[in-house]
Nanobody, 119 residues
Framework: QVQVAESGGGLVQPGGSLRLSCATSGITFMNYVMSWYRQVPGKERELVAALTMPNGNTEYADSVKGRFTISSDNAKNTVYLQMTNLKPEDTAVYYC????????????WGQGTQVIVSS
C-alpha cells in the first residue's frame, strides 16, 4: 500500500522559515519524481518545486526561486521543502506528489499540510 504523508506545516511570521517533510512508503523512491504543490481557495493547485530522483534534476516555480529548496533523504524515502524568507503570499495548503518517472499513471498525492505566513 502506497503512502505519501506531509508534515511540518504551521504558522510562521513573514521572513521566517519552515521545513516541510514528505514521507513515502510502498514505492521504489528512486524511480519517482517527487513534487511539492500548493493551493489556495479558489485557485488551481500550482507546482512549487520538483525533484527527479533518477537524475537529480530540480525545478522551481519562479515565485520561490532562491527562497525554497527541495531535497531528499533517500535512506528515509523522504523529500523535504525548505522554505526561507516566507511571504504572506506563500500561505497555502502544500501537497506532496509522487509520480513514477517511466509510468506516469502511477501517481500519488498526500493529504496536504497548511502553511500560514502572517504577523
Amino acid at each position: 500500500q502506497v503512502q505519501v504523508a506531509e508534515s511540518g506545516g504551521g504558522l510562521v511570521q513573514p521572513g521566517g522559515s519552515l521545513r516541510l517533510s514528505c514521507a513515502t512508503s510502498g514505492i521504489t523512491f528512486m524511480n519517482y519524481v517527487m513534487s511539492w504543490y500548493r493551493q489556495v481557495p479558489g485557485k488551481e493547485r500550482e507546482l512549487v518545486a520538483a525533484l527527479t530522483m533518477p537524475n537529480g534534476n530540480t525545478e522551481y516555480a519562479d515565485s520561490v526561486k532562491g527562497r525554497f529548496t527541495i531535497s531528499s533523504d533517500n535512506a528515509k524515502n523522504t523529500v523535504y521543502l525548505q522554505m526561507t524568507n516566507l511571504k504572506p503570499e506563500d500561505t497555502a495548503v502544500y501537497y506532496c506528489k509522487a509520480v513514477h518517472y517511466w509510468i506516469a499513471t502511477n501517481a500519488y498525492w498526500g493529504q496536504g499540510t497548511q502553511v500560514i505566513v502572517s504577523s
